[in-house]
């Protein structure tokens, strides 16, 4: 879907679409009505799926809202002052993630009869996505792009060895602005 928004800000009726308060939703594959409103002076937003409960306020409450987001409203449109409460708000009501929840040791087998051959036989059985569980319940799930051999496993010595994710795209409205990441541990135990 996209969002259209028409030049004039307090339109309410439709052209097969229901516009309220100047915005309505269109499929993005309706190439010919998204045309017909480019060539009409509309804006075209692509790749929002629905209205935001931003884009069904008349323009002016959104100028009144706007200067208590820290937004100076002076000469904007309402589909610029609609990104810029939404950004606005995103950045304001981050949740921080301060740690990833504890992914458990990994059995490595013995030096004798080790379980992986090598740090590449261990990346393969690692978790593509790691969790972040808040206090209230809520989780974030991030995906992992990689993870890195830490302590040089080696599957003829004897010890705990650490891998480290490398983390993909941290999830709206979450935020990793301290860096933390996930950790996991594989234990390969001396031959008895």
């Known amino acids: 879907m996209a969002r259209v928004y028409s030049p004039n800000e307090n339109h309410n009726c439709d052209y097969g679409f ?12 309706d190439i010919n009505s ?31 809202f706007a200067p208590y987001a820290g937004i100076d409203p002076t000469g904007m449109t309402k589909q610029e002052l609609v990104a810029a409460i939404e950004t606005a708000l995103i950045t304001l009501m981050k949740i921080e993630i ?16 080790p379980v992986f051959t090598d740090k590449d036989a261990v990346i393969a059985v690692l978790p593509t996505h790691v969790t972040a569980t808040f206090a209230n319940g809520s989780k974030a799930t991030v995906p992992v792009t990689a993870w890195a051999d830490t302590d040089t496993y080696n599957k003829a010595v004897a010890g705990k060895y650490t891998f480290t994710a490398t983390l993909g795209d ?23």
Not at 37 to 63: A, C, I, K, M
Not at 98 to 113: M, N, S
């Open 34 to 64: 998204l045309n017909w409103f480019l060539h009409n002076g509309y804006t075209v937003v692509p790749g929002s799926d629905t209205l935001s409960p931003w884009d069904y306020l008349p323009v002016e409450q959104l100028r009144i």
């Open 170 to 192: 941290i999830p709206t409205p979450f935020a990793n602005t301290a860096g933390v990441t996930a950790t996991v541990e594989v234990e390969v135990k001396a031959a008895t």
């Open 18 to 29: 229901d516009f309220f308060h100047g915005a309505a939703a269109v499929p993005d594959a």
């Open 98 to 113: 301060t740690q990833f929840d504890a992914i458990p040791d990994i059995d490595g087998g013995t030096t004798a009869d």
